[in-house]
T-cell receptor, first 109, second 116 residues
Framework: LAKTTQPISMDSYEGQEVNITCSHNNIATNDYITWYQQFPSQGPRFIIQGYKTKVTNEVASLFIPADRKSSTLSLPRVSLSDTAVYYCLVAYNNNDMRFGAGTRLTVKP | NAGVTQTPKFRVLKTGQSMTLLCAQDMNHEYMYWYRQDPGMGLRLIHYSVGEGTTAKGEVPDGYNVSRLKKQNFLLGLESAAPSQTSVYFC???????????????FGPGTRLTVL
């Protein structure tokens, strides 16, 4: 059964690096991993996507180990405005979209 | 360029009533999706479409029907609403899907539906 699992919540302080890990044990070779950010009363917004190793863009990095059974979203130097819910999405067999339940990140001053 | 829009934003139904949610995108995307979001459960895929005239079931399709008569529109129908369908519904679209493709999904603002 395809399942995507992530922690329910995390707390951090401004300026710290935050790492959120997602578990996806049934991932197949061509399945990709995407992370989204969601603020209250808005739709999710794309952060980063990858298949393997490491991907970096202007806002985050995504680390994927060789077995691909997990992935870690890394947010460098978070600020108060990064307080949001972060979702991991695995597209099993291209179209079977499975979101995790979301990780509520609270950044404190 | 409006992106993905959803109509209506809010709706209250009585059990047994029917309604249609409209999703429109102006990005010429092939793929469109309907999700529902419930507390503690993240987003769950209801139905999706890989192109005009085609639809497929997602993880939680029961009680819903969809149509994609035009590329830019994706309609979600509830024929006989039930309280269990109280949720926030999100529509999304993407250019492509699959290995090696650019798969970013663009989401609409959501429709909050309450079924009494």
């Amino acid at each position: 059964l395809a399942k995507t699992t992530q922690p329910i919540s995390m707390d951090s302080y401004e300026g710290q690096e935050v790492n959120i890990t997602c578990s996806h044990n049934n991932i197949a070779t061509n399945d990709y991993i995407t992370w989204y950010q969601q603020f209250p009363s808005q739709g999710p917004r794309f952060i980063i996507q990858g298949y393997k190793t490491k991907v970096t863009n202007e806002v985050a990095s995504l680390f994927i180990p060789a077995d691909r059974k997990s992935s870690t979203l890394s947010l460098p130097r978070v600020s108060l405005s990064d307080t949001a819910v972060y979702y991991c999405l695995v597209a099993y067999n291209n179209n079977d979209m499975r979101f995790g339940a979301g990780t509520r990140l609270t950044v404190k001053p | 360029n409006a992106g993905v829009t959803q109509t209506p934003k809010f709706r209250v139904l009585k059990t047994g009533q029917s309604m249609t949610l409209l999703c429109a995108q102006d990005m010429n995307h092939e793929y469109m999706y309907w999700y529902r979001q419930d507390p503690g459960m993240g987003l769950r895929l209801i139905h999706y479409s890989v192109g005009e005239g085609t639809t497929a079931k997602g993880e939680v399709p029961d009680g819903y029907n969809v149509s994609r008569l035009k590329k830019q529109n994706f309609l979600l129908g509830l024929e006989s609403a039930a309280p269990s369908q109280t949720s926030v519904y999100f529509c999304a679209s993407s250019y492509a899907t699959g290995a090696g493709s650019y798969n970013e999904q663009f989401f609409g603002p959501g429709t909050r539906l309450t079924v009494l």
